[in-house]
């Protein structure tokens, strides 16, 4: 099969999205609605004003069609993303965040910003963050090995951004330095 | 830049010529030379491509130089700022820089082969922080600079980029592009259909 070249190196950034889609979030809805079988599972009743859990894909799709309200992930708010983003900024290593957070985020905030508290905020919260996290993936950068690197809590999208770099540069090096164990047999 | 046979990065990088000083007299073979004599006599220098110099050398007919690209006058460059260095000056625009050390290193012995490797690899190190910035700077822009002069040390950089770091700069690029758009795009169109 013939993929472009930058699909064969790496998922590109709608599939990831798709993926973080399948989370579940609860959401409040508006309109009644009766079990229902879906591919990945049953979910329902709805019965307002009760909450329930429902995958992302559905909760947007609903939220679109101002069919229900998202209720935002405990990770999704000012306090926490500031006291992330102060964490971030003191230490040298990656601070714990959920591993797909760009995506369930933005999903979120483009669907249903009226439902996050200060979105605005959020939004400049969580673009800090990425920056802070993108200069230090840089530094680990710098202590690149031909032999492993290990960058702990980094997540699905700046993983991704990252891997077909850093797999080719990891190649590079193995061939360069692969000298230790050839070592050539003829030459005086 | 591997040996495999049928990779060709590696037969690009095998076309670079290497000076071989012949230890004996070889009969007939004097074209190799591009001159008109018939024999080669020894000690004759002739720059002789690598994938031809694998097997002269092996068979003992001639020593090898290390050639200009690798000599010292590009280590002690390397050493002072691993990123000033021009490498497509050493081995032509879309040459291998990286790829012909590595030729050489397989036949060196031992001791000379390690130094050839933490020349390269040290090389590699200092530019490849110099690449994925420039990369994802350029993510946005495209592959049209800006014009100023603060850009012209970063574009005389990638002008100097060998074949390899080449490939690296396109695949850091074109991710950091694909990512960006992502998140850029608020297009909720695609979330539902509109009743």
């Known amino acids: 099969?013939?993929?472009?070249?930058?699909?064969?190196?790496?998922?590109?950034?709608?599939?990831?999205?798709?993926?973080?889609?399948?989370?579940?979030?609860?959401?409040?809805?508006?309109?009644?609605?009766?079990?229902?079988?879906?591919?990945?599972?049953?979910?329902?009743?709805?019965?307002?004003?009760a909450k329930c859990r429902i995958p992302l894909w559905m909760a947007v799709n609903l939220k679109v069609k101002k069919k229900c309200h998202i209720i935002p992930p405990d990770w999704l708010n000012v306090e926490f993303l500031q006291e992330r983003l102060s964490r971030e900024t003191s230490y040298p290593e990656f601070s714990q965040m959920p591993f797909r957070f760009a995506e369930i985020a933005k999903a979120i905030l483009d669907a249903a910003p009226d439902d996050v508290q200060n979105a605005e905020k959020v939004r400049s919260l969580l673009k800090d963050l990425r920056e802070a996290r993108q200069a230090k993936s840089r530094e680990g950068l710098a202590k690149l090995d031909h032999s492993e690197l290990s960058l702990p809590n980094l997540c699905s999208m700046e993983i991704n951004e990252l891997r077909p770099f850093f797999i080719h540069a990891m190649g590079v090096l193995t061939q360069l330095s692969r000298e230790e164990q050839n070592g050539a047999a003829e030459e005086p | 830049m591997d040996n495999d046979y049928f990779s060709i990065d590696a037969i690009l990088a095998e076309n670079q010529k290497i000076q071989c000083t012949f230890k004996v007299d070889v009969p007939e073979v004097g074209h190799l030379g591009g001159g008109n004599d018939r024999d080669i006599k020894a000690p004759a220098k002739l720059p002789i491509p690598m994938w031809l110099a694998y097997i002269i050398l092996l068979s003992e007919w001639a020593d090898l130089t290390i050639p200009a690209p690798f000599g010292p006058r590009v280590r002690n460059a390397l050493k002072a700022d691993p990123r000033s260095v021009r490498l497509s000056a050493l081995v032509g625009a879309g040459g291998l820089w990286y790829g012909f050390g590595k030729m050489i290193m397989d036949i060196l012995d031992d001791e000379q082969a390690n130094i050839m490797s933490d020349v390269l690899t040290k090389a590699f190190r200092g530019r490849l922080t110099e690449v994925i910035d420039q990369a994802q700077h350029f993510a946005t822009l495209g592959t049209l600079g800006v014009a100023g002069s603060a850009v012209d040390a970063a574009q005389s950089f990638r002008e100097g980029l060998d074949g390899t770091e080449r490939e690296l700069f396109a695949l850091a690029q074109e991710s950091s592009k694909r990512t960006k758009r992502w998140y850029e795009n608020h297009d909720k169109a695609r979330q539902g259909t509109r009743r």
Not at chain 1, 12 to 34: D, G, H, K, R
């Open chain 1, 1 to 49: 099969m013939a993929l472009p070249q930058p699909l064969r190196t790496s998922v590109s950034p709608q599939e990831l999205e798709l993926i973080a889609s399948e989370q579940l979030v609860e959401i409040l809805p508006l309109i009644t609605m009766e079990k229902t079988a879906f591919i990945s599972g049953a979910y329902g009743p709805l019965r307002p004003p």
